[in-house]
């Protein structure tokens, strides 16, 4: 039953349901009375004893409600000048609404996601049921941060094997992914003295915003046709660690050049520096088998980061490091202040994926498919003069340069939009703006399949009508 009461001046609308309580309805009146300004701000409430009295309720009743409410900042009670309502005024303004993103594209054939539809669910689904019934109670408590033994074990074991990464479990330490990462390496190193860490230029623009929050300064390491210059790293004194990714440069798609390895680890060496491999698509290489990774030369000084963001889907947050041994120790203490540690039930089910083979096999039907796609799209953009595709047959994205005498990057992509078309930017991926080749950055791992012909038809007529 619901009642409308008239008390000290107020039209207080108490919900006297049974199932709701008097108390309920006591709080609910009053919370909306200050709300609405019905009670204004300074005004002195009335003593428990009377309100009761007034309300037919009990003193305890009226007692619970106000110290309810006070608790929450609507009333204040000061010993001695009873209970008054608090001016809301005073409080900050509400945070505005999140921002509602623009209309998703048609086509979205930006960089940086895979084909999320070839995600093994059912395999997982297996995986996941024959970990946890293997498993004891202890793998849903508060975990070790390095991450569950079942995936470093796996994770030494198959790294060794595809990447000729040399490491122990031990040595591995399992993150929310790269990003994570990246930024607990900055902070370790920064926290140990290192001021600058170089990067590639043109290279990701977010991951130079993780290491300058983590505190070094990021000092820009230029890339060519045979991926970064190490040579130029005697010109920075102050660097103590360099950010690569050797198997498939981001966004040029080169690899490193074997000269260039060399001199990278000789670097490392001579000046007790770090190196920092993202390798974060170097199983999908479709002209040959995968160069391995830069780790296997430099165990003592390259700290190897992977994820299965490229290889399952970034929704499962699961990355790892394999680390030199000096670092493993500063590295779990800064992530076991940071979150403590990663989820556990996707590290075992990811861990069984691994053991069982069905990750190798994943991944083979998933280099057969983006093979296929980065064919198709060199089909359909090689029939446009003035166009140039640039890096080697790996990865999920290419970069396309645009004629010098042709719109620019931005008119470009303003064109595509307007046809439902989202495409990446090499503009923003330098270190500073400057007289930079216009490119676009095409990444064909995206879209689900039966659209990703649509979409390149689409990106062909785009191009093929603004050059």
Known sequence: ?????TTFGVDLYLELDPATGRRSGLEHALRDAVRAGRLAPGARMPSTRKLAAELGLSRGTVSAAYDQLIAEGYLTARRGSGTTVADLTRRPAPAPPPRQDAVAPRYDLRPGSPDVGTFPAEAWVRST????AATSAEAYDYGDPRGRIELRVALAEYLGRTRGVLATPGQIVITSGYVQGLALLARVLGDAGTAAIAMEDPGLGFHREVVRRAGPAVVALPVDGR???PDLLSDHERVGAVVVTPAHQYPTGVTLHPARRRALTEWA??????IVEDD???EFRYDRQPVGALQGMAPDHVAYLGSASKTLGPALRLGWMALPHRLVEPVVDAKLHLDHHTEAVGQLALADLITTHVYDRHIRACRLHYRRRRDLLLARLGSIPGLAVHGIAAGLHAMVTLPADGPGEQE?????SARGVALGSLGGHWHRPGDHPQAIIVGYGTPREHVYPAALDTLARVLGGVL
């Open 129 to 132: 049921r024959r970990a946890l």
């Open 412 to 416: 470009t992509l303003a064109h595509a």
């Open 269 to 274: 060496r001579a000046h007790d520096g770090l």
């Open 280 to 282: 974060y698509d170097g």
């Open 227 to 229: 991926g970064a210059r």
């Open 1 to 5: 039953m619901s009642e409308f009461w």
